[in-house]
């Protein structure tokens, strides 16, 4: 009795250590930046893959800006602000192939998106406010499975 409760309870414990281990496997891994006041600049790479709609998390944010293309169903890059910034810009250059961006955080109800930076740049970029807290970003690409690569930049 006192053996089979033990096996249970260690069964259980390797099954919930699996998980984390498998998802891990499935996905590319986010990268994480962790910003402060004063940083002035920082940057990740990537390259935008999978067939997952942004429209999925939402179709429009809360501006009313569309969410468009398209992106691997788990974030690209996790953004934690250790502090509120007044002004932060998100930007993503590809070198003029057509991606978009959506920025969900510091809760999950608060989405922002772009597709174009402006009419000259099919790069997107989000220049907002925001509050201190940890956000997820997903780069993607306008066209369905397109892959490109890319940097993102985010500047005070
Ligand atoms: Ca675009």
Redesign the pocket.
């Known amino acids: 009795m006192f053996k089979s409760t033990t096996f249970k309870s260690t069964a259980f414990k390797l099954t919930s250590l699996a998980l984390p281990l498998v998802l891990a496997t499935a996905a590319q891994a986010a990268s994480e930046m962790r910003l402060a006041l004063g940083f002035t600049a920082a940057q990740a790479s990537g390259q935008t893959v999978g067939s997952f709609g942004l429209a999925n998390i939402a179709s429009r944010d809360s501006s009313g800006e569309f969410c ?2 398209y992106a691997d169903r788990s974030p690209d890059h996790v953004l934690t602000l250790e502090q509120a910034f007044t002004q932060l810009t998100i930007a993503v250059d590809s070198g003029g ?4 961006l959506l920025i969900q955080g510091p809760n999950d109800s608060t989405v922002r998106c ?4 402006s009419r000259q ?4 970029q989000i220049q907002d406010t925001f509050a201190e807290g940890t956000y997820q970003v997903w780069v993607g690409s ?1 066209e369905q499975d397109g892959r490109h690569r890319y940097s993102l930049k985010v500047t005070e």
């Not at 772009?114 to 930076?117: L, V, Y």
């Not at 740049?121 to 997107?124: E, L, T, Y």
């Open positions: 468009l293309g192939a057509d991606t978009t772009n597709d174009n930076a740049s099919r790069d997107a306008f």
